[in-house]
Nanobody
Framework: QVQLVESGGGLVQAGGSLRLSCAASGRTFSRYAMGWFRRAPGKEREFVASLSWSGSSTYYADSVKGRFTISRDSAKNTVYLQMNSLKPEDTAVYYC???????????????WGQGTQVTVSS
């Protein structure tokens, strides 16, 4: 069992930065791949970034590539999403999730956090 709690969301101007954190509990956290997803108003939840359990493999949605960075600190049981050069279209609720395999598919993820709101003003 893995429990996930996101934090770090907020209101930021376009061009600004935020760092989201996802604190995990559960003894097997280090063996899970982690992902970030987001849901904008009126849209489906979509993939943002994922990271293998070893940290050696990362994947990004084209819309965030070069602006967002996913990382993990296994000693702290925490996954991060550094978001730079934010745009109004990045406004969404951001969720972290854990999967037994690294994946870009929402269906691979077994555990989900409650989400944190990110709002980017123009």
């Amino acid at each position: 069992q893995v429990q996930l709690v996101e934090s770090g969301g907020g209101l930021v101007q376009a061009g600004g930065s935020l760092r989201l954190s996802c604190a995990a509990s559960g003894r097997t956290f280090s063996r899970y791949a982690m992902g970030w997803f987001r849901r904008a108003p009126g849209k489906e939840r979509e993939f943002v970034a994922s990271l293998s359990w070893s940290g050696s493999s990362t994947y990004y949605a084209d819309s965030v590539k070069g602006r967002f960075t996913i990382s993990r600190d296994s000693a702290k049981n925490t996954v991060y999403l550094q978001m730079n050069s934010l745009k109004p279209e990045d406004t969404a609720v951001y969720y972290c999730a854990a999967s037994p395999v690294v994946s870009t598919s929402i269906y691979s993820y077994e555990y989900w956090g409650q989400g944190t709101q990110v709002t980017v003003s123009s």
